[in-house]
């Protein structure tokens, strides 16, 4: 009798053990649909003196050495002094992935608002145009990509990557303008919570006081939420 009860014991204990695992082989990360962000920006100007320096006064520009202000038209008949550029900026974004975002490759859509960095210049000499104020500039940006995720379940540390391209406009006291960008960088969540850092490459053109562009990079640390 005792050898039926171990055998039945056994047999008990060994399918209580393939359905546990089982039931753990089949927990699979929720998925996500949506992503809000707050960001906060430290923006770095790459080729200012070509764009916009150059732009603005009409001719090739270069860097002062060991003078009262940075740079100086090459012809030297114009001083070019930057007396702000605000590098750190806010803003916030929304990234919707069609599909759910789990485990793997996702298609993602996002919208963006970011501040643009306050640039006020000074020209000095024959020919020098007006101060330039580039104030209150915000940039309102829609991007397509691609996120490869790997959720955890639960509370459990997860991991994403994610590329992004698109256009955007922009919105100032100088005037309204366009750009292009390109974005990438990566994140770590937790539950429905994370944190993000991204890298974009903006291309940004305005019309006033003349035609001009400029390269903006801003560095991104994102505070996320996803649900």
Same mark, same amino acid.
């Given at each position: 009798?005792?050898?039926? $009860? #171990? &055998?039945?014991?056994?047999?008990? @204990?060994?399918? /209580?053990?393939?359905?546990?695992?089982?039931?753990?082989?089949? !927990?699979?990360?929720?998925?996500?649909?949506?992503? $809000?962000?707050?960001?906060?920006?430290?923006? !770095?100007?790459? *080729?200012?003196?070509?764009?916009? #320096?150059?732009?603005? $006064?009409?001719?090739?520009?270069?860097? +002062? !050495?060991?003078?009262?202000?940075? %740079?100086?038209?090459?012809?030297?008949? &114009? +001083? &070019?002094?930057?007396?702000?550029?605000?590098?750190?900026?806010?803003?916030? /974004?929304?990234?919707?992935?069609?599909?759910?975002?789990?485990? /793997?490759?996702?298609?993602? @859509?996002?919208?963006? %608002?970011? !501040?643009?960095?306050?640039?006020?210049?000074?020209?000095?000499?024959? =020919?020098?145009?007006?101060?330039?104020?580039?104030?209150?500039?915000?940039?309102?940006? +829609?991007? @397509?990509?691609?996120?490869?995720?790997?959720?955890?379940?639960?509370?459990?540390?997860?991991?994403?990557?994610?590329?992004?391209? =698109?256009?955007?406009?922009?919105?100032?006291?100088?005037?309204?303008?366009?750009? %292009?960008? +390109?974005?990438?960088?990566?994140?770590?969540?937790?539950?429905?919570?994370?944190?993000?850092?991204?890298?974009?490459?903006?291309?940004?053109?305005?019309?006033?006081?003349?035609? *001009?562009?400029?390269?903006?990079?801003?560095?991104?640390?994102? =505070?996320?939420?996803?649900?």
């Amino acid at each position: 009798m005792s050898y039926r $009860v #171990l &055998i039945l014991t056994l047999v008990i @204990l060994s399918s /209580g053990s393939t359905a546990s695992a089982d039931s753990y082989r089949s !927990q699979k990360p929720r998925r996500h649909f949506v992503m $809000v962000s707050a960001d906060w920006l430290y923006t !770095q100007p790459l *080729h200012f003196a070509e764009h916009p #320096l150059a732009d603005l $006064v009409g001719t090739e520009v270069a860097t +002062a !050495q060991r003078e009262a202000f940075e %740079y100086r038209t090459r012809d030297g008949a &114009i +001083a &070019i002094d930057v007396l702000e550029f605000k590098r750190r900026r806010r803003g916030a /974004g929304v990234t919707v992935f069609p599909l759910g975002l789990s485990h /793997g490759a996702a298609l993602a @859509l996002r919208g963006s %608002y970011e !501040q643009l960095p306050i640039v006020r210049i000074a020209f000095e000499g024959a =020919g020098a145009p007006a101060p330039y104020a580039l104030t209150n500039a915000r940039a309102f940006d +829609a991007g @397509l990509g691609v996120y490869v995720a790997d959720r955890a379940t639960g509370w459990g540390l997860g991991s994403h990557a994610f590329v992004i391209g =698109g256009i955007g406009r922009i919105r100032s006291d100088l005037g309204d303008g366009r750009r %292009y960008f +390109a974005e990438g960088g990566g994140g770590l969540t937790s539950g429905p919570l994370g944190v993000e850092l991204s890298v974009k490459f903006a291309w940004n053109a305005l019309s006033e006081p003349v035609e *001009h562009r400029f390269l903006s990079i801003p560095i991104a640390v994102r =505070g996320t939420l996803t649900f």
